[in-house]
């Protein structure tokens, strides 16, 4: 009797083994993500601060360009992608005084650019940059073009600034960055 005790406990006891045995669990992980939409939001260009000292007849001139997004004002590339306009601000101290502390917007050079190519929601003012000093006036550049950094599009306009302040704009050449290396000069 005690055999057959021991053999039923022994099969109750692999029964009960086997019956705990894990088996190995598979899992399927489905993660589920969304898209990101494109924003419908206007881009800005980046924000620069450019700082130069020029010589300027006998004295040294601080020469500080400033660029920020203009919010109140939404262009478009050729593609449709929505930018801010940009303002530019100008401002030229001298060694007693400033001589120009000036914002700038695409507006100013409208008269000086082609109108077609202005049109007010197509282009941006890119930028101001110096370039020299010529017939005792400081020479600037400002650019009007695509707002798309990679289109290489753009108008410029000469600045030229006395040393009493007074400002003069005058039209200048179409400039196409792939065939001119001055177009380095007038990105601010």
């Known amino acids: 009797m005690a055999n057959k005790y021991s053999l039923l406990i022994t099969i109750l006891l692999v029964l009960l083994c086997a019956s ?24 800005a260009m980046e924000e620069t601060v450019a700082q130069k ?12 360009i ?9 262009v478009k590339d050729a593609d449709g992608n929505k930018y801010y306009d ?7 101290d001298g060694p007693s005084a400033n001589i120009i502390n000036r914002q700038f917007t695409k507006a100013d050079f ?3 650019v082609n109108s077609d190519y202005i049109k007010p929601k197509r282009s941006a003012l890119m930028g101001i940059g110096y370039d020299k000093i010529e017939s005792g006036n400081a ?21 030229t600034l006395s ?7 005058s039209s200048l050449q179409t400039i196409d960055a792939e065939s001119d290396d001055s177009a380095d000069a007038a990105e601010g």
Do not use: H
Not at 54 to 60: F, K, L, N, Q, V
């Open 20 to 43: 705990c045995k894990k088996e190995k669990e598979t899992r399927t992980i489905v993660e589920i993500t969304e898209e990101p939409k494109a924003s419908n939001e206007p881009k």
């Open 53 to 64: 000292s020029i010589e300027w007849g006998s004295s040294i001139y601080q020469v500080t």
């Open 66 to 74: 400033s660029r920020k997004a203009d919010k109140n004002v939404v």
């Open 86 to 92: 940009n303002i530019v601000t100008l401002c030229v």
């Open 110 to 112: 409208a008269n000086y």
């Open 139 to 159: 020479v600037f550049v400002a650019t009007v073009g695509s707002p798309d950094t990679m289109d290489d599009e753009f108008m410029t306009v000469k600045i």
């Open 163 to 169: 040393k009493s302040g007074d400002v003069t704009l």
